[in-house]
């Protein structure tokens, strides 16, 4: 594409409303794909006690599912505010918009391997993988919001600079602590999770 093409690209604000709606459709894709990963075998000499014990034995993927769930909902919107600020979308936006997205239909991955391993001995191992999936959905964020930072043509004419750097600081310091996380899961598994379960609350206060 040429520089002027690029350049119509990025005047046409009907771009952005698709971008947006196709990240939306991912989202919730997302969403339903971690449902599927909470499954009982059928067995038809189940008996009701049996089907009583199978269910409640699938609480690690309750556990799993639910922090997935929520995360991924606090996704959308973080990236539905994201696209509040934007006006116009470029080429690098687009790409890094679909790293994103990447990570986003993957979730379901490390929520079912977290599910699958909390009773094992390789729960450590599963709460770090888990964790550290965050970590790069941090990354991508912050990539993200880097790519419109650094072409502030982007942005809403009414964005202030100091919005945009409330935005940064907010990026970095989710990524920084998804990082402590993981580091702090490797020597405590279960702190660890409760750390990344804790983190819905940081991007409750600052999703606005």
């Known amino acids: 594409m040429n520089k002027q093409g690029n350049d119509s690209f990025l005047k046409n604000a009907s771009e952005t409303n698709r971008l947006e709606s196709f990240s939306d459709g991912v989202f919730g894709v997302a969403i339903t794909?971690?449902?599927?990963?909470?499954?009982?075998?059928?067995n038809k000499s189940m008996t009701d006690g049996g089907l009583i014990k199978e269910i409640l034995a699938l609480w690690p993927k309750y556990f799993a599912y639910l922090n997935s769930f929520v995360t991924v909902l606090l996704m959308w919107i973080a990236h539905h505010t994201l696209f509040k600020m934007i006006k116009y979308v470029s080429v690098p936006l687009f790409i890094a918009n679909g790293f994103l997205m990447f990570l986003a239909v993957l979730t379901p991955f490390p929520t079912r391997i977290l599910g699958d391993y909390i009773n094992t001995s390789a729960f450590r191992t599963a709460a770090v993988f888990y964790t550290a999936f965050f970590v790069l959905v941090s990354i991508a964020f912050t990539v993200l919001w880097f790519v419109v930072k650094g072409k502030k043509a982007l942005l809403h004419a009414h964005i202030t600079e100091q919005e945009i750097k409330k935005q940064t600081q907010i990026e970095f310091i989710g990524l920084s602590c998804n990082i402590g996380i993981t580091v702090l899961t490797f020597f405590n598994p279960w702190v660890g999770l409760i750390l990344n379960t804790g983190m819905w609350i940081y991007w409750l206060v600052n999703i606005k």
């Open 33 to 42: 794909l971690l449902a599927l990963e909470i499954v009982i075998p059928p």
